[in-house]
C-alpha cells in the first residue's frame, strides 16, 4: 500500500491551489482553485485538466476563495460526482462565490468573442456559466469544525479553524497506510491571530506531514490594529476638506472588516457619523451569511451582536442593491465613504465611483487590499498623473492612502510560529506563493532544521 500526494496548482504561485492525495483505494481532492491571471493563459490553464475528476472519491474544501473553490464548477462539467465536505459557512459563501464567478465568466467570453469575431477566430466557450456554478453546492457536505468525518474508504478528514475567512479550515486527513497512519496538514490559507472578527487559527497535533501557504513567507505585517488608527486619520482627513472617500474592496472579508472598524470608530465618535454604503451585491450577500452563521465568528463579535451593536447594523450604513440608487451617489455631494467592488478595480461598481470622483482633490481612494500587477488599482497606488477609466482618461487628483495593516495571512515571523507548534514534522511542502516569498520561508524553516520541499507543478511525493 502507498499513498501518494501530488501537487497540481497554486504552487510556486498564489493562485489556482489544488493538491491530490491517493491511496490504493481513493482519490482526495484537496482544493479546486481557480489560476487567475493574463486572460489566454489562466483560460487554458484552468480548462485543462491533469487528472480524471471521475475518479475523486471526495473533495474537502479549505475556504471560499476563488483560488481554492473556482474551478470546482469545471470538474463537475468533466465528471466530478464526489460529495464536497466543508464548513457550512465555507459551503454558503461558495455558493454565492462561484454565481459570481460563473457571471464574470460569462462576461468575460463576451467581451472575448467579439474580438475574435473582428479576428476570424472561432467563438470560445466560458470556463462555466452562472447557471453551471450554482449547480456546484448541490453536491456539498457540510461538517462542524473538530469533527472527525470518513470521506473515503480509509480515510478521515478533520476540519480545524485556520482564522483567515469566515468558515475558513486547516484540513487534517488521516490516511490508513496498512497498519500505520498517515497524518497530513493543510494550512492553505493560514490566518492571523487577533484579526477582527475571527477566532485565531487552532494548531493541528501530530502531524507527519504538514502542507503549507507561504504568500508572505518573507514579509512583515504591521499589527491589524494599526488599520483602525489609519482609517481614523484618513477619514477625519477627507471629511475636514469635504470629500467623499472610496474603499476599493474585495466583497469576502475585506469589506467586513472594514465595517467592524467603522463601527469601533463611529462608536467611540473617533470619526464623524457620515453615510456608509456598501455598494456591491456580492458584498451584501456575503454581509448577510457572517450574520447567519454567527457560531463562526469571535465571542467579541457574538456578544455585540447579541447587546444589538453588530458592525453590519451601523445606523448610517446602507447596502445598495440596485444600480439607480447606485447612480444617485454620484449627485450627492456630502462627505461619505462608498465601499464596493472590485477590490482592485477592474470591474464593478467602484469604476464609476471613481470616474466621477477621482479628479477632486478632496476625494480620496483608500486602498485597503492587495493591487496586483497592471490593474487600475495597482495604477492608482503607483499614484499615476492619468489613469484610464472605459477607455477614458481622468486625472488622479484625489488623495491616495494605502493602509498596509489589512491582511488575512500569516507572515513570516506567523508562519514560522505556527510550524514550530505543529513540531515534530516528518517533512514540510511549502506551497500557495511567490518563489521568492517561499524561498524566505525555505531559508527559515531548513535552518530550524526541517526537511522542506517546494514542489513544482506536477510533482508526486511519496508519503510514508
Ligand atoms: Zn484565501
Ligand atoms: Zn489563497
Same mark, same amino acid.
Given at each position: 500500500?502507498?499513498?501518494?500526494?501530488?501537487?497540481?496548482?497554486?504552487?510556486?504561485?498564489?493562485?489556482?491551489?489544488?493538491?491530490?492525495?491517493?491511496?490504493?483505494?481513493?482519490?482526495?481532492?484537496?482544493?479546486?482553485?481557480?489560476?487567475?491571471?493574463?486572460?489566454?493563459?489562466?483560460?487554458?490553464?484552468?480548462?485543462?485538466? $491533469?487528472?480524471?475528476?471521475?475518479?475523486?472519491?471526495?473533495?474537502?474544501?479549505?475556504?471560499? $476563495?476563488?483560488? $481554492?473553490?473556482?474551478?470546482?464548477?469545471?470538474?463537475?462539467?468533466?465528471?466530478?460526482?464526489?460529495?464536497?465536505?466543508?464548513?457550512?459557512?465555507?459551503?454558503?459563501?461558495?455558493?454565492?462565490?462561484?454565481?459570481?464567478?460563473?457571471?464574470? /465568466?460569462?462576461?468575460?467570453?463576451? *467581451?472575448?468573442?467579439?474580438?475574435?469575431?473582428?479576428?476570424?477566430?472561432?467563438?470560445?466557450?466560458?470556463?462555466?456559466?452562472?447557471?453551471?456554478?450554482?449547480?456546484?453546492?448541490?453536491?456539498?457536505?457540510?461538517?462542524?469544525?473538530?469533527?472527525?468525518?470518513?470521506?473515503?474508504?480509509?480515510?478521515?478528514?478533520?476540519?480545524?479553524?485556520?482564522?483567515?475567512?469566515?468558515?475558513?479550515?486547516?484540513?487534517?486527513?488521516?490516511?490508513?497506510?496498512?497498519?500505520?497512519?498517515?497524518?497530513?496538514? *493543510?494550512?492553505?490559507?493560514?490566518?492571523?491571530?487577533?484579526?477582527?472578527?475571527?477566532?485565531?487559527?487552532?494548531?493541528? $497535533?501530530?502531524?507527519?506531514?504538514?502542507?503549507?501557504?507561504?504568500?508572505?513567507?518573507?514579509?512583515?505585517?504591521?499589527?491589524?490594529?494599526?488599520? /483602525?488608527?489609519?482609517?481614523?486619520?484618513?477619514?477625519?482627513?477627507?471629511?475636514?476638506?469635504?470629500?467623499?472617500?472610496?474603499?476599493?474592496?474585495?466583497?469576502?472579508?475585506?469589506?467586513?472588516?472594514?465595517?467592524?472598524?467603522?463601527?469601533?470608530?463611529?462608536?467611540? /465618535?473617533?470619526?464623524?457619523?457620515?453615510?456608509?454604503?456598501?455598494?456591491?451585491?456580492?458584498?451584501?450577500?456575503?454581509?448577510?451569511?457572517?450574520?447567519?452563521?454567527?457560531?463562526?465568528?469571535?465571542?467579541?463579535?457574538?456578544?455585540?451582536?447579541?447587546?444589538?451593536?453588530?458592525?453590519?447594523?451601523?445606523?448610517?450604513?446602507?447596502?445598495?442593491?440596485?444600480?439607480?440608487?447606485?447612480?444617485?451617489?454620484?449627485?450627492?455631494?456630502?462627505?461619505?465613504?462608498?465601499?464596493?467592488?472590485?477590490?482592485?478595480?477592474?470591474?464593478?461598481?467602484?469604476?464609476?465611483?471613481?470616474?466621477?470622483?477621482?479628479?477632486?482633490?478632496?476625494?480620496?481612494?483608500?486602498?485597503?487590499?492587495?493591487?496586483?500587477?497592471?490593474?487600475?488599482?495597482?495604477?492608482?497606488?503607483?499614484?499615476?498623473?492619468?489613469?484610464?477609466?472605459?477607455?477614458?482618461? *481622468?486625472?488622479?487628483?484625489?488623495?491616495?492612502?494605502?493602509?498596509?495593516?489589512?491582511?488575512?495571512?500569516?507572515?513570516?515571523?506567523?508562519?514560522?510560529?505556527?510550524?514550530?507548534?505543529?513540531?515534530?514534522?516528518?517533512? &514540510?511542502?511549502?506551497?500557495?506563493?511567490?518563489?521568492? /516569498?517561499?524561498?524566505?520561508?525555505?531559508?527559515?524553516?531548513?535552518?530550524?532544521?526541517?526537511?522542506?520541499? &517546494?514542489?513544482?507543478?506536477?510533482?508526486?511525493?511519496?508519503?510514508?
Amino acid at each position: 500500500m502507498s499513498v501518494n500526494l501530488k501537487f497540481l496548482g497554486g504552487v510556486r504561485t498564489v493562485t489556482g491551489s489544488s493538491h491530490l492525495v491517493t491511496t490504493d483505494k481513493s482519490e482526495i481532492l484537496l482544493d479546486a482553485g481557480m489560476f487567475q491571471g493574463h486572460r489566454d493563459e489562466s483560460y487554458m490553464i484552468n480548462a485543462t485538466l $491533469h487528472y480524471n475528476p471521475r475518479k475523486i472519491k471526495a473533495m474537502v474544501l479549505s475556504h471560499a $476563495h476563488i483560488d $481554492h473553490c473556482g474551478n470546482i464548477p469545471i470538474l463537475i462539467k468533466k465528471g466530478l460526482r464526489c460529495k464536497i465536505y466543508a464548513t457550512s459557512a465555507t459551503k454558503d459563501l461558495t455558493a454565492l462565490m462561484l454565481e459570481d464567478s460563473g457571471k464574470i /465568466q460569462e462576461e468575460d467570453v463576451r *467581451y472575448v468573442n467579439k474580438i475574435n469575431k473582428r479576428l476570424g477566430l472561432p467563438p470560445r466557450e466560458p470556463l462555466y456559466t452562472k447557471k453551471e456554478a450554482m449547480r456546484a453546492t448541490k453536491i456539498f457536505r457540510s461538517i462542524s469544525y473538530e469533527q472527525r468525518f470518513c470521506i473515503a474508504k480509509e480515510c478521515f478528514a478533520t476540519l480545524h479553524d485556520a482564522g483567515h475567512i469566515l468558515g475558513s479550515s486547516i484540513i487534517v486527513l488521516d490516511v490508513k497506510d496498512g497498519v500505520k497512519n498517515i497524518r497530513i496538514g *493543510y494550512a492553505v490559507d493560514l490566518g492571523r491571530k487577533n484579526l477582527p472578527l475571527l477566532n485565531d487559527p487552532v494548531i493541528p $497535533h501530530r502531524l507527519d506531514y504538514l502542507i503549507i501557504e507561504s504568500t508572505y513567507g518573507g514579509r512583515f505585517h504591521a499589527p491589524i490594529e494599526e488599520a /483602525q488608527s489609519r482609517l481614523r486619520e484618513a477619514i477625519n482627513r477627507a471629511v475636514q476638506r469635504g470629500g467623499k472617500i472610496l474603499i476599493p474592496s474585495f466583497a469576502l472579508e475585506r469589506t467586513q472588516e472594514v465595517l467592524y472598524f467603522l463601527n469601533e470608530l463611529i462608536k467611540q /465618535q473617533l470619526v464623524p457619523s457620515i453615510p456608509i454604503y456598501v455598494d456591491s451585491p456580492l458584498a451584501t450577500g456575503i454581509t448577510d451569511l457572517f450574520t447567519h452563521h454567527m457560531d463562526f465568528l469571535d465571542s467579541k463579535t457574538r456578544q455585540a451582536i447579541a447587546r444589538g451593536e453588530s458592525p453590519f447594523e451601523l445606523l448610517n450604513l446602507r447596502f445598495v442593491r440596485d444600480q439607480t440608487e447606485s447612480k444617485a451617489l454620484n449627485i450627492d455631494k456630502r462627505p461619505m465613504i462608498i465601499i464596493a467592488g472590485s477590490g482592485m478595480c477592474e470591474s464593478g461598481r467602484m469604476l464609476h465611483h471613481l470616474k466621477n470622483n477621482i479628479e477632486d482633490s478632496r476625494n480620496m481612494v483608500l486602498v485597503v487590499g492587495y493591487m496586483a500587477k497592471n490593474t487600475l488599482g495597482r495604477k492608482i497606488v503607483e499614484r499615476e498623473k492619468l489613469v484610464r477609466i472605459f477607455g477614458v482618461e *481622468y486625472e488622479l487628483n484625489a488623495e491616495v492612502v494605502i493602509i498596509n495593516a489589512f491582511s488575512g495571512h500569516a507572515d513570516k515571523t506567523e508562519l514560522v510560529d505556527f510550524v514550530r507548534q505543529c513540531l515534530p514534522l516528518k517533512r &514540510i511542502f511549502l506551497v500557495h506563493g511567490d518563489e521568492e /516569498q517561499t524561498l524566505h520561508l525555505y531559508d527559515a524553516l531548513v535552518a530550524m532544521g526541517q526537511n522542506v520541499l &517546494i514542489p513544482f507543478k506536477g510533482e508526486e511525493v511519496l508519503l510514508s
